[in-house]
């Protein structure tokens, strides 16, 4: 019996033991537990990695690690599945993979030179040297460690971090249709002498066109400028209220290339009536001669797309109006009715210049002498009946 106990005792003690083991190899895991970015904002998209930068993610564990992965995949790879169960299914082929240890601080990945790893015993990180737009999105750490049986669990943390990328400028019309290298040209409508619409319209002509900023980190705003007039700039994020009565502006955003959505198109959409009203405009506020005896003037529209301190640009084109000259504002009716007038007075006093002429100049048969001094007396026997 005491060497029943005996055996017990023994026995539980090594699953003590065991246990205490397993326990002790378990809480020896490394695990993650803060990481920085550098430069500090890299994790806002607002306030990406300016390009060329040098960037860096570190993470600090809690136990020494025997490993450290590093995986990204470029925005534009994502969502290339090769049946895999790693990272989202995507292709390893466009992984960019780096494995490293605390020996290789300081050394470059030979999945991309760009890449120093920054490891310490309780440090997983790493440096890039020259940041590009393509480094944007994901990167995901892990850390293990070698036990009897091979490699322990990993402890897993991903990190998102954005970099610069230059936007794209481009304008195209309402069916879509790229318009950057051609000037537009548009008619206003209205035939002023005849109060008439020009033949074959019926009204003001409307003209949309897109300014596309395509792909822009951080995302920008969009103006409107007429002949460069900083001034009176207009467009849904100004305040500018004479603009706003001639210019419609709505922004929104068009393609999306990836599918975190990373990379994307933002436009601003312009649409305006060839109007009096924006002939007025444009004659108040830029003092262009609308109304030219060449019967057609033009402007140059500008879109400025701006990503504030990381970039400016601007787009232009050429708008060429084409009209009916307005011959001093009158009705061709009402300039007939005018010419009528005036000849019918000058014909008016034409005859009365006349008629003072001839009675001056006794051109009139009641001013001759002869029918004065035989008829003048009314006593006189010419004057009287004769008898029939």
Known sequence: MRNTVIALVCLTGLATAADLSRQKRQSQRSNFQSCSVSPSGIDDPNTPARENAQVSITCNT??????????????LNVGHSSGSSNNNNNNDDYITKCIGDVQKTGQSCLADSRISYQMSTSQCGFRISRSEPEDTGRWV???SEFGESGSGPENIKTMTIYTFNRTIIDFTDDRESDIT?????????????????????????????NCNARGGRPEPTIKWYINNDDRNAFGEEESNSDADRIFDTRENYGATYDDEGYIKDKMSTLSFDVSSDMLNYLSEHYQ???NPGSEQFSFELTCEVDQGDYGNERLTTSVTVRRIENQDGLKGSTIGWIVGGVLVGALLILIILIAVW??????FCFDDEKYRGEYRHPQDPKRRPRNQ
């Open 288 to 290: 262009i001669d609308t």
């Open 358 to 363: 001839a009675k001056a100049a006794g051109k």
């Open 62 to 75: 809690d136990t020494a690690f025997d490993v450290c992965v590093i995986q990204h995949l470029e925005p």
């Open 181 to 209: 290298n051609r000037d537009l040209e548009v008619w206003y409508n209205r035939d002023e002498d005849e109060e008439e619409w020009r033949s074959g319209t019926s009204g003001y002509e409307n003209v949309r066109i």
């Open 141 to 143: 750490m892990s850390v």
